[in-house]
């Protein structure tokens, strides 16, 4: 007596290939949602550190040209501040007094308002005390 065989069912390499295959398809899926996650909270950060510089940026153009913040005499590489906002943000001001003529930094820096060159470039730069996000460059030129 000879006995039918059926074909309906799955055998055990077939459920292991199909496991192989799924489980090759996650792993893709999920470095990309890391990698989209990680993208995503560096880009929060700009954003933050964008708002950050503005607001310092938007102070200090605000002030009067002959604002003592704003004075930078006699330093060849301009006024530098160093400022720590929320314990997370670091933010660096440079004023640089430049030749109205060239655009170009000062060769005679002014040391008193009377050699004053009657153009500034501010710079102001925002990081995250921690790193994540880079830093945040923003310039701008003031004159009376």
């Known amino acids: 007596m000879s006995r039918l065989r059926s074909n309906s069912g799955l055998s055990l390499i ?3 290939i199909a496991v192989a295959i799924i489980s ?4 893709s899926i999920l470095g990309f949602y890391n990698y989209a996650i990680r993208a995503g909270l560096k880009s ?3 954003t933050e550190l964008k708002y950050i510089a503005e607001q310092e940026m938007e102070r200090l153009v605000s002030l009067p040209y002959s604002s003592a913040e704003l004075d930078s005499y006699g330093a ?3 006024r530098i501040n160093y400022l720590i906002k929320e314990d997370k943000y670091l933010i660096k001001t440079t004023v640089i007094y430049l030749d109205p003529d060239s ?3 000062a ?3 002014p040391r008193g308002p009377r050699e004053d060159t009657h153009l500034k470039k501010i710079i102001v730069s925002a990081a995250r005390i921690d790193g994540v ?4 460059d923003l310039v701008t030129f003031k004159s009376p």
């Open 14 to 16: 077939e459920i292991l």
């Open 44 to 46: 929060k950060s700009q």
């Open 133 to 136: 996000g880079g830093q945040i």
């Open 103 to 105: 655009g170009e930094v």
């Open 76 to 78: 060849f590489a301009g």
């Open 107 to 109: 060769e005679n820096v």
């Open 24 to 27: 090759s398809a996650l792993v």
